[in-house]
């Protein structure tokens, strides 16, 4: 079998000193992404003739000694729920059976432009909502580490190509954690942006206003760079802002001297985290200091209302996104109904599976005539409240220190029938999404003989700073470059 790619600035040395082509690297990851598949399960669809054909433009370019971007020829996979024109799109999901894209997401032409191949499209739990991939209606993606386990969700099967060493860089999107708790049972870097920062036009609706595409890559550097070129406003999107990116790579000095991290004391207890995990992270908080970073003790006293208002804020904005999945529009249309309000009733009891069903039916709850005062507005206040929390803190640091993830991965099937249980792997990652600031999720050690997440969260737009200290840390230590076994 062919072995795994490299990383994404390990290729890139790779094109630009001609010992490999476009096309080469293509085909590896396709090989690859077909040998590993049926342990894996990382992928809903290939699509091997466009790659090529891009793959052939890319080296066109390259031997002119013409580069579009970093990303020129390099192999790369989106999760499923970004449109791109000419392709199903399914979002996990039955429901969206038959549907073919008009139209590019905007990161799809965005990579287009940079010159990247995108040679497939990843599971995820169907339209995002889980932490395990297991609500995908193809059956869930497994974790490389060990096949018996969750590689997290809703992202989990771009976070098993990238940590199986199929392409280098994946897209996922981040809603309450979704690219950084996989990143963290996968052992790789995932970076969730500022909340506008990436473009949302073209990607799939679950929450509107926490949703947010970001990277899986093995080191924080390649994240610097595939944001490069992902980043930026887009007038398609009226959410996405208008300040000008700057260049991530060129911010990677690794120094950390004078960076206050902090430390939220609501965060940092023993209560509800894995001991091995908490271990991890206080030690990877250690050799940021002896890297010269200073730490301080912060709080977020409104972190334990985070949990629930999530939840009541997500399936609120679902319940009312996916009520255009109705048969008529997109996808799936139930056979045989003798009338409009049984055939909309019908294809939304075949199409959604359980998880999904139950999000519209508590989101539709909470913005009711009666219950929309008690629970939907009051989520909104709390909302309020918890990014208040983060500006305070941020006025004493630069970064904030927590796990990403309260366990490493678990087994698959081990809560999927315990909605409440799932939604506690969320217990880190939520806040930032609800505050709308930057988060990524890097190695930073193993506990049970698996991956652990350090998560490093920012004040909104400084992402540099975020991926600065990542980068440094990743310099000092080598948890990034350790890769799971080959499967069997
Ligand atoms: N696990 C969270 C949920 O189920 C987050 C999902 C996401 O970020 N898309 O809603």
């Excluded at 052939?56 to 192999?75: F, V």
Aim: net charge neutral; aromatic share 6%.
């Amino acid at each position: 079998m062919t072995g795994p790619l490299g990383t994404l600035s390990e290729l890139r040395a790779q094109l630009d000193g001609r010992k490999t082509s476009s096309r080469e690297l293509t085909e590896a990851a396709l090989a690859r992404a077909e040998a590993l598949e049926p342990k894996l399960r990382a992928f809903v669809g290939f699509r091997p003739e466009r790659a090529r054909a891009e793959a052939a433009e890319a080296d066109a370019r390259m031997t002119l000694g013409e580069r579009r971007s970093a990303l020129e020829g390099i192999p790369v996979a989106i999760k499923d729920n970004m449109v791109q024109a000419g392709e199903p799109t399914t979002c996990g999901s039955r429901i969206l059976a038959g549907f073919v894209s008009p139209y590019d997401a905007t990161v799809v032409t965005k990579l287009r432009r940079a010159g990247a191949v995108i040679i497939g499209r990843t599971n995820l739990d169907e339209f995002a909502m889980g932490s395990s991939t297991e609500n995908s209606a193809f059956g869930p993606s497994r974790n490389p580490w060990d096949l018996t386990r969750t590689p997290g969700g809703s992202s989990g099967g771009s976070a098993a190509a990238v940590a199986a060493g199929v392409v280098p860089l994946a897209l996922g999107s981040d809603t309450g954690g979704s690219i950084r708790q996989p990143a963290a049972c996968t052992g790789i870097a995932g970076i969730k942006p500022t909340y506008g920062r990436v473009s949302r036009y073209g990607l799939v609706a679950f929450a509107s206003s926490l949703d947010q595409i970001g990277t899986f890559t093995r080191s924080a550097a390649d994240s610097a760079a595939a944001l490069e070129v992902l980043c930026g406003h887009d007038p398609h999107d009226s959410t996405s802002l208008p300040e000008p990116v700057p260049p991530y790579t060129q911010r990677l000095s690794g120094d950390v001297s004078g960076l206050v991290i902090g430390l939220p004391r609501e965060y940092l207890v023993e209560e509800g985290v894995d001991p091995g995990v908490l271990q991890c992270v206080r030690e990877a908080v250690a050799e940021l200091e002896r890297c010269g970073a200073k730490t301080r003790e912060v709080s977020l006293p409104h972190t334990k209302y985070a949990i629930a208002t999530y939840y009541l804020i997500a399936t609120a904005e679902a319940s009312s996104n996916l009520a255009r999945y109705d048969g008529v529009r997109y996808g799936h249309r139930a056979a045989n109904a003798k009338d409009v309000g049984l055939m909309y009733r019908r294809t939304r009891s075949e199409g959604f599976g359980a998880e999904v069903k139950r999000r519209i039916l508590l989101g539709t709850y909470v913005l009711s005539a009666g219950y929309y005062d008690a629970y939907y507005r009051k989520a909104q206040q709390v909302r309020t409240l918890l990014r208040r929390d983060f500006e305070q803190a941020f006025a004493g640091c630069d970064l904030i220190a927590t796990p990403t993830a309260p366990e490493v991965a678990f087994r698959l099937g081990e809560k999927a029938s315990d909605p409440l249980r799932m939604y506690l792997s969320d217990v880190y990652t939520v806040s930032a999404n609800l505050a709308g600031i930057p988060g990524l999720s890097i190695p930073c050690g193993f506990a049970h003989g698996l991956p652990v997440g350090l998560q490093l969260l920012g004040k909104p737009l400084d992402e540099a700073t975020v991926l600065r200290a990542a980068d440094s840390y990743q310099r000092r230590t080598d948890w990034h470059s350790r890769r799971p076994p080959e499967p069997a």
